[in-house]
């Protein structure tokens, strides 16, 4: 399979530069299995959707504000991205500088703490933070948050509270997982009401999930790292969910990467650790049986993932209906709720 089959044109003004003043304002497309019509929606409408005894499973990460600003010795102005955060005082991170540093070189930031250039890692940079200070209370002080590269504009103080879910908890992204967006605290107070369970993983995104797919051959593609977290208790919710004729829905493509990087002779299981895991059409989905996400860029793994889930046609036609009904895409974008089709299921 290739790359180019992942293409489809986008108007760039339908790229949400903003989010809406309003969480669950946003729209909410419904791709119904095989041959079901479309559904436009709005994304407050999703309890209705659902059923009591189903299980939404969120991703409950939280953004770092990784992005730094400073100066070479030499001068020369620095722009420090943190992919991963890897120890109390290291991260590795991608520059933005006219002239890359060597191993050794330092980097001074705007208060005069000092980065030290350990040397590289393909195409990221790997740092260690001088001071007693660890890095993330470092960040917190210093860091501006990490807009995709696509936003074009400036993080402002507003995108500290809305780049971020409501119920964000364990710091260590780099960017939001996206789908949660749209859950503001009385649209989860309704889900509950309406008997709707809530369960959580923990995935850390990096920065490598912008990065794009260089290889045609997806088989040659390199996927990026992730560090995630699937606990015994969620495993327990999914295993009663079952049980009960329950349905597994997935907050995200941040989520079916965690379930599916967990799975032992077909079923979930606990699991702390990283994945490298490339989902594309022709590997079976099997830990979720319908996906909530936001629209993803052409030809990137985020499309190819749900690509997998519910048919590489079915969701290139959906895009085409969101570009016709002028949807509003990707991060601060609007959001589907997606259903797999017969021939997905059957890979």
């Not at 010795?73 to 540093?101: C, D, F, N």
């Not at 009960?244 to 379930?259: K, M, P, S, Y």
């Not at 799975?263 to 702390?272: K, T």
Request: charged residues 25%; proline residues 6%.
């Amino acid at each position: 399979m290739k790359k180019s089959d992942f293409h489809f044109d986008l108007p760039p003004e339908l790229i949400a530069q903003a989010p809406l003043p309003a969480r669950s304002a946003s729209r909410l497309l419904i791709v119904g299995p095989d041959e079901a019509p479309f559904e436009d929606r709005r994304f407050a409408e999703l309890p209705g959707l659902l059923r009591a005894g189903d299980l939404l499973v969120f991703n409950d990460t939280r953004v770092l504000p990784a992005r730094l600003f400073g100066r070479k010795e030499s001068g020369g102005a620095v722009e420090i991205l943190i992919e991963r955060v890897t120890g109390t005082h290291e991260a590795r991170a991608q520059l933005g500088v006219s002239k890359k540093p060597k191993a050794g070189g330092r980097i001074l930031l705007q208060d005069g703490s000092i980065a030290t250039v350990l040397g590289r890692d393909g195409e990221f940079f790997l740092l260690r933070f001088e001071g007693a200070e660890p890095l993330e209370k470092l960040l917190v002080r210093l860091g501006r948050m990490p807009l995709p590269p696509y936003i074009a504009r400036d993080a402002g103080t507003a995108d500290d509270e809305r780049y971020q879910t409501v119920y964000a908890r364990e710091a260590g992204a780099v960017a939001a997982p996206t789908a949660g967006l749209h859950f503001d605290q009385p649209l989860l107070d309704e889900l509950r009401a309406r008997g709707v369970e809530s369960g959580y993983v923990t995935l850390h995104v990096g920065a490598g999930t912008f990065q794009p797919v260089r290889a045609e051959r997806l088989e040659d593609h390199a996927m990026h790292r992730e560090w995630l977290n699937v606990g015994a208790g969620l495993v327990e919710q999914i295993r009663r969910t079952r049980a009960r004729g329950g349905r597994v829905i997935a907050v995200g493509t941040t989520v079916v990467r965690a379930l599916e990087s967990s799975l032992q002779h077909g079923e979930v299981a606990p699991f702390a650790g990283e994945t490298q895991i490339f989902i594309f059409p022709g590997y079976r989905i099997r830990s979720v049986d319908a996906l909530v996400t936001n629209f993803h860029l052409p030809e990137s793994t985020l499309l190819m993932l749900v690509s997998a889930f519910a048919g590489r046609e079915r969701v290139l036609e959906a895009y085409r209906h969101a570009v016709e009904q002028r949807y509003r895409f990707f991060s601060y974008g609007d959001a589907m709720l997606v259903w797999p089709t017969r021939e997905a299921a059957q890979v």
